[in-house]
């Protein structure tokens, strides 16, 4: 059953996401919390894990008129919900779609990975998280060469497609 509303942005307690989407998915709330896979290390390994896109926010689908949205502030695992003066900000609901859509099986954000040679990027994931950089070579159908810019000089790294976004 869709909820009608809007979509607005909740402020989680710090490392609580998982915990406050429980609790308002139970009070009857639509939530989405956007993911992506990062490498964390853990007993000297690196091991992928979900993370949310957005740390330490959370999205909710709210009826203003039907629903006790003021019930959102005392809800487990929420600081909460942004508002402007009394009145809580609504979110673009296109902003919402793409980031639903994007969503694959797995829980995790996915990316357009129509990449080409010269395209400005973004390391989402990995040792090289959130560097930005230039393809120079499509190495195969998995991987992608690029360029990062390191001090004073030029450094090729190939990395895994599924871990790079184009740059805006």
């Not at 390994?45 to 957005?54: A, I």
């Not at 040792?127 to 393809?135: I, Q, T």
Request: net charge positive; no cysteine.
């Amino acid at each position: 059953m869709a909820i009608e509303g809007s979509w607005f942005a909740v402020q989680t307690q710090a490392a609580k996401e998982q915990l406050a989407v429980s609790h308002l998915n139970r009070q009857g709330f639509e939530t989405l919390l956007p993911q992506l896979w990062r490498s964390v290390r853990r007993s000297r390994k690196s091991v992928n894990v979900l993370k949310p896109m957005f740390p330490g926010y959370v999205f909710v689908k709210i009826d203003m008129q039907r629903m006790r949205w003021r019930a959102i502030d005392s809800t487990v695992g929420v600081s909460k919900l942004i508002r402007f003066g009394e009145k809580p900000a609504a979110l673009p609901e296109d902003l919402i779609q793409n980031l639903q859509t994007s969503i694959g099986d797995d829980g995790a954000v996915t990316f357009d990975h129509n990449l080409r040679e010269g395209d400005q990027i973004r390391v989402m994931s990995g040792a090289f998280s959130d560097w930005l950089g230039r393809v120079i070579e499509m190495a195969d159908a998995d991987r992608v060469k690029v360029l990062f810019g390191m001090m004073t000089r030029q450094v090729e790294v190939t990395l895994p497609k599924h871990h790079l976004a184009r740059a805006v």
